[in-house]
């Protein structure tokens, strides 16, 4: 049997706030970041609450606004060829509130514990008679890679199937060339033996042109 792990974000801020929305009728972070920021009491919110009371009329703070609808707003507005006045420090308010948000509420994947990745794909592999799990991101870091990658440094995890050069899974020289002709990069030849990592919005790792097919980049 096939065991698919589905790596990511999204209710991690919902979970850490004593007082929170009923998860039931709002999604995570989307409509409930700025409410779930104000509880936080996360840094920026003045920039960002004045100025789109001041040019939009509306307090994202108070109301259900998806964060990507302020989002928008305000890189658009900060990007135009007249921003505001106030739309670059409400642009980067908003970025510092976000990377605040993540760094306080998001677990780190980690590696070297009994319960970490290594513990759970160990787990994995003897519990489905050696199948190779699928690692499943919506993500285009390279958290789980990392992940992986220190977990089989390790002796106890040291004979997990891992090669992050066939775990993709993508025949990226028919996907994309570069301007001289010559592919990105490569995938071995032959069967995939390493523990899958399904990346739906691509990876940061993946296009960018190297001098060789050995370069440090495709190890992460």
Known sequence: MKTV??????????????????????????????????????????????????????????RAYGMEEVFNLIYSDSTSADPPRDALDANWALLKMHREAIIRTTNGLECISRNGVGALFRFLLKSNGNALPVFMTFNHDLLIEKAIDRAVSLRRYSRTPWDISRAYELGFEAAVTAPNGRP?????????????????????????????ANDAKNSI
């Open 5 to 62: 792990v589905l790596v990511g974000s999204g209710a991690t801020l919902v979970e850490s706030l004593s007082s929170k929305p009923a998860r039931d009728r709002v999604p995570p972070l989307d409509v409930t970041f700025f409410k779930l920021c104000h509880l936080a009491r996360l840094d920026g919110r003045a920039a960002v609450g004045g100025y789109m009371a001041r040019v939009y009329g509306l307090d994202p703070f108070r």
């Open 184 to 212: 990105f990069a490569v995938n071995p030849e032959g069967t995939i033996t390493s523990i899958r990592v399904l990346k739906l919005h691509g990876s940061l790792n993946w296009v960018y042109p190297v001098r060789s």
